[in-house]
């Protein structure tokens, strides 16, 4: 079984990642398109989360034929393995480009939480039946909020929740080292012990698929999503009184409220696609969403190279990036429009490529 509006979801969540991540310039960004500065929630700190939340949805109808033992779980194993491996590699390959300082390379980033948060996801799935999976769930979002609310961090104490005295920053410095770490800083917001709330996140979504494996395609299997989503977002909001939610530290209460978001969004394309037959209106995002990863690591390679790359000479030689924003479209648009008009642009530019790519049937997965 294949769910199409799953499909156009993350389309949507794509397209929303290029958007947010190419603007012509970082002076000129209107504030939904920014994540928040630290606490805090906008429309673009749910990108990333979706993106797991889907992962996780569609690990519910990938790995039934390893559940159902209809293959042996070894074999399961070996693919899922291997498709983590090859995602964290693309991570390093990004990260990496075009130096490849392993003195200072960061280790952690995008694609290496998903392969982390996935793999640590699957095989819990492999192992643990639901209530199992449902303690597992309760054990990692409260032990983090324990964690990161009572561990003492030396200089910082207790509960110091800022980009430094954080204890998951903590730990990423005593196991990564700070050269490895997001621009060498004391902090990374993709580090290694924020990972494991991830790996809620990508189960919040296989719950959710599971769940529809065995919903029939009425409007109530909707509202089942929506009521879901909605009870999420207000035990998210509520914790945050006392556990901020922070995209950056992926606390539990981030996790909680973004997987509330994500299945409103869900049902909205469900109940579009699935219940009421409306296509059309999805088809050009399900072309987004059906080559994610090359989109992802080939767009993260342009942009390097187009930062890298200079236009003209001496103290007068800027980025080639910066000299389309000035030249192409802030020249006529001004800064902020033209900063947007940018990023709208290279979404429909890849939209192409996708589409050459959906038209022949060139499928990229891993």
């Known amino acids: 079984m294949r769910l199409t509006s799953l499909d156009v979801f993350r389309g949507?969540?794509?397209?929303?990642?290029?958007?947010?991540?190419?603007?012509?310039?970082?002076?000129?960004?209107?504030?939904?398109?920014?994540?928040?500065?630290?606490?805090?929630?906008?429309?673009?700190?749910?990108?990333?989360?979706?993106?797991?939340?889907?992962?996780?949805?569609a690990m519910a109808f990938s790995l039934v034929?390893?559940?159902?033992?209809?293959?042996?779980?070894?074999?399961?194993?070996?693919?899922?393995?291997?498709?983590?491996?090859?995602?964290?590699?693309?991570?390093?390959?990004?990260?990496?480009?075009?130096t490849y300082n392993w003195d200072t390379i960061r280790i952690m980033g995008v694609l290496q939480r998903i392969s982390l948060a996935y793999f640590l996801s699957a095989v819990a799935v492999l192992n643990l039946r639901r209530r199992g999976l449902w303690v597992l769930t309760g054990i990692v979002l409260l032990g983090y909020w324990a964690a990161m609310?009572?561990?003492?961090?030396?200089?910082?104490?207790?509960?110091?929740?800022?980009?430094?005295g954080n204890f998951a920053a903590y730990i990423d410095r005593m196991v990564l080292g700070t050269n490895h770490l997001y621009k060498q800083a004391q902090f990374d917001p993709e580090g290694?012990?924020?990972?494991?709330?991830?790996?809620?996140?990508?189960?919040?979504g296989y719950f959710v698929g599971d769940w529809l494996r065995h919903q029939p395609?009425?409007?109530?299997?909707?509202?089942?999503?929506?009521?879901f989503g909605v009870g999420c977002l207000g035990l998210g909001w509520v914790w945050d009184f006392w556990f901020p939610i922070n995209k950056q530290l992926w606390t539990s209460s981030y996790v909680v409220f973004s997987a509330g978001w994500s299945m409103l969004l869900?049902?909205?394309?469900?109940?579009?696609?699935?219940?009421?037959?409306?296509?059309?209106?999805?088809?050009?995002?399900?072309?987004?969403?059906?080559?994610?990863?090359?989109?992802?690591?080939?767009?993260?390679?342009?942009?390097?190279?187009?930062?890298?790359?200079k236009v003209g000479t001496g103290d007068n030689a800027v980025s080639t990036y910066t000299w389309i924003y000035e030249n192409l479209f802030r020249?006529?648009?001004?800064?902020?429009?033209?900063?947007?008009?940018?990023?709208?642009?290279?979404?429909?530019?890849?939209?192409l490529i996708l589409y050459g790519m959906y038209r022949r049937r060139w499928l990229i997965r891993i």
Not at 67 to 95: E, M
Not at 149 to 164: K, Q, R
């Open 217 to 227: 395609i009425p409007s109530r299997t909707s509202l089942g999503l929506v009521l």
């Open 192 to 204: 290694l012990f924020s990972t494991f709330p991830a790996v809620v996140t990508v189960l919040a």
């Open 266 to 309: 869900l049902a909205a394309c469900y109940e579009l696609i699935e219940v009421r037959g409306f296509r059309r209106w999805g088809w050009p995002l399900e072309v987004m969403g059906l080559n994610a990863i090359f989109l992802f690591v080939a767009s993260g390679l342009v942009v390097r190279i187009l930062y890298r790359t």
């Open 331 to 351: 020249s006529w648009a001004g800064a902020m429009n033209g900063s947007l008009i940018f990023a709208i642009v290279n979404v429909l530019l890849w939209w």
């Open 12 to 57: 949507i969540a794509m397209a929303s990642m290029i958007l947010v991540n190419n603007p012509g310039s970082w002076s000129y960004v209107y504030p939904p398109l920014l994540h928040a500065k630290w606490h805090g929630f906008t429309p673009t700190d749910l990108v990333f989360p979706a993106f797991l939340f889907i992962a996780g949805v």
């Open 149 to 164: 609310s009572l561990v003492p961090v030396p200089d910082y104490g207790a509960g110091n929740l800022t980009p430094e």
């Open 65 to 98: 034929k390893y559940t159902n033992n209809n293959q042996s779980v070894s074999q399961g194993y070996w693919r899922i393995g291997r498709r983590c491996a090859i995602l964290f590699a693309l991570g390093l390959l990004l990260n990496g480009f075009p």
